[in-house]
Each structure stands twice: as structure tokens, then as C-alpha cells.
């Protein structure tokens, strides 16, 4: 597929635009980087068992790309994960015991691959939180 796509956006005529040309040009480029990603990311491996969670899966992945960094030619990443499931109308008690048991196994197993790969101490967690209210009450 990736020589079709290849083929196909190499095609250049005395009458290609700019816009074409760039797109062509974008498309190529990032057929390449995926498949730069996807070869290094097939030998990478953690040492630490993940949780199968959505939670666990997403900090898994971003340990196998931190493991790689080299490999990606790269020095510094920002990776960005995210967890739903907060708001509760009913059975809130339940809900939260569930949601924090989730992420504190997908962290622990986090916490403890990166310090596996002498990471820790170049490494920023944050956490935040918004809940689209406004200051302005919805009552009348």
C-alpha cells in the first residue's frame, strides 16, 4: 500500500500546484515516520506488567516510546493521556474507588518501568482536571 500511495503522490506534472506538491510531499513524509515509529516500537518492550486497562495500555505505550527516545532521535517528549469516567450521578462512592484503583495500577506500573529505565528523575507527571462548569449558577 505505502508504494501505491508512494506512487501515486510522486506523480508530478509542469502544472502541479504548490498546495499539491506540499501535500504530496506531507503525505511521503509522514509514510516514512510511521514506519520508523512502527520498527522501533516493534522491538520495544516493558519490563513491568501494565494493567489491561484503557489507563494502562495508553502509559504502557508511552513507556515503550520513552524507551525508544534514541531511536526517535529524540531528547525531550510531551505525552498527553487521558481517562473518562468522572462524572457520577449516582453510586459516586462506588465509582470513585473504581476510577482511583484504576489509575493508581496503571501509575505504580508507570512509575516503576521508568524508574527500571533510569527515566524517574527526568520525568514530570501532571494531572488536571476540568469540569466545563461556570461561576454562574444554572438556576435562574
Known sequence: MTEIVNAVNNATAADSSF???TWSLKVTEALEQ??????ALESAST???????????KLSMVAKLMQKRAER????????VSIGG????????D???SNFATVDAAL???VKEVKDMGLWSDTTLMQF???????DPNSG
Do not use: C, Q
Not at 519490563?47 to 495500555?57: E, I, M
Not at 532521535?73 to 498527553?80: H, Q
Open 19 to 21: 498546495m499539491a506538491e
Open 108 to 110: 505504580d506500573a508507570f
Open 34 to 39: 510511521h514506519s520508523s515509529l512502527y520498527s
Open 95 to 97: 465509582g470513585l474507588e
Open 129 to 135: 482536571s476540568e469540569f466545563a462548569r461556570t461561576l
Open 86 to 93: 468522572w462524572d457520577m450521578h449516582s453510586y459516586v462512592i
Open 47 to 57: 519490563t513491568n506488567a501494565f494493567p489491561t486497562s484503557g489507563l494502562g495500555k
Open 73 to 80: 532521535g529524540k531528547d525531550r517528549d510531551i505525552f498527553y
